[in-house]
């Protein structure tokens, strides 16, 4: 099987930077989070932080500050202020859908594959994101990392969940992970996945998929439909 092949059954794709483009508010709400840590921006300790957000764009939110604050109930502090903040910059409108994304998955979805949505954020920031979009009937299941016994990326859980719950492959090689992060990139290869495509509309670029083991890099996740059909 290649990785163009028609047999891919279940698609997992990545919502913020893959399928959804929030404007950089990641960042924007991880400069909350700092601050009520006592992170201030302007320090040498806030831009090491960010650096570190930056180059982790995919895992899970509270891993990430629970790399950065050390102990838990400050790590929880910082991840509640951080959701707190996404959510009202998604409130306010400041998300949309990358384009084509929308009509993509439409057209997956038409062709008898199943989609399944996936999420570094906790599950209330992405069930915001998703009625701020009216995605909430899109697809036939979301999933974030508390879905998936509570590892995200880069470990395969929720890819794995995905393909545990829909029963849409035999196989892992049936399954094709799509996102714009090393991470999410990292996540399908340890899943086995059959397609692991990168994505250039968000985070990272080519040079960290194909490090990751990407085998497939794509201009945006509207092109996905034409890679499974071989008409590209």
């Avoid at 062709?111 to 069930?127: E, K, N, P």
Wanted: charged fraction near 25%; charge should be negative; hydrophobic fraction near 45%.
């Amino acid at each position: 099987m290649t990785d163009t092949s028609p047999d891919i059954r279940l698609v997992v794709l990545d919502m913020a930077g893959t399928t959804v483009a929030d404007g950089g508010l990641v960042e924007r709400a991880f400069a909350v989070a700092a601050a009520e840590l006592g992170v201030r921006e302007g320090t040498a300790e806030h831009a090491e932080h960010l650096a570190y957000v930056r180059a982790t764009m995919g895992e899970s939110k509270i891993s990430v500050f629970r790399h950065l604050f050390g102990d838990e109930e400050r790590a929880r502090r910082a991840n509640a202020a951080f959701e707190k903040a996404y959510g009202e910059l998604v409130d306010g409108g400041l998300i949309a859908p990358v384009p084509g994304a929308r009509e993509a998955i439409e057209e997956l979805l038409a062709s008898g594959r199943v989609v399944v949505l996936t999420t570094g954020f906790a599950r209330i920031t992405q069930d915001a994101i998703l009625a701020a979009l009216g995605w909430g009937d899109l697809v036939p299941l979301t999933l974030c990392p508390a879905d998936a016994g509570g590892r995200g990326r880069p470990f395969p859980d929720m890819v794995l969940e995905a393909f545990l719950r829909t029963k849409a492959a035999e196989d892992v090689r049936q399954v094709a992970v799509v996102g714009d992060t090393s991470y999410d990139v990292l996540s399908g290869v340890r899943a086995g996945a059959g397609l692991v495509a990168g994505v250039r509309t968000g985070a990272h670029g080519d040079a960290e998929f194909h490090a990751a083991g990407a085998t497939r890099v794509l201009d945006s996740v509207a092109d996905l439909p034409a890679l499974l059909t071989g008409a590209r």
